[in-house]
């Protein structure tokens, strides 16, 4: 079992910056590949990014790439999502969640872990 909190939400302005962390416990972490993903009111939750156990690869949605950066401290069982220049269509729930072996990181069901939710709100 791995347990996630999500941390770092807030109400930001456009063309302002978030970083949001991910806490993990439970299972050695290096091991466990973590996406995030997003759910704004009236749609259905999507992939945002993902990186791999070891930190050695990424992955980008093409709605968010070029402004969000996603990195893991393995060290301290932390994932953080880097998010800049946000724009309203940003205003969501973001959730990260953990997969072991994980090989489609943008399809929800590799990652039986997931945290509550963080709320991000850009206001325009």
């Known amino acids: 079992q791995v347990q996630l909190v999500e941390s770092g939400g807030g109400l930001v302005q456009a063309g302002g910056s978030l970083t949001l962390s991910c806490a993990a416990s439970?299972?050695?972490?290096?091991?466990?590949?973590v996406g995030w993903f997003r759910q704004a009111p009236g749609k259905e939750r999507e992939f945002v990014t993902a990186?791999?156990?070891?930190?050695?690869?990424?992955y980008y949605a093409d709605s968010v790439k070029g402004r969000v950066t996603i990195s893991r401290d393995n060290a301290k069982n932390t994932v953080h999502l880097q998010m800049n220049n946000l724009k309203p269509e940003d205003t969501a729930v973001y959730y990260c969640a953990a997969g072991y072996a994980t090989t489609r990181y943008a399809v929800e069901n590799e990652y039986p872990y997931w945290g509550q939710g963080t709320q991000v709100t850009v206001s325009s």
């Open positions: 990186i791999s156990g070891s930190g050695g690869s990424t």
């Open positions: 439970g299972r050695p972490f290096r091991f466990y590949n």
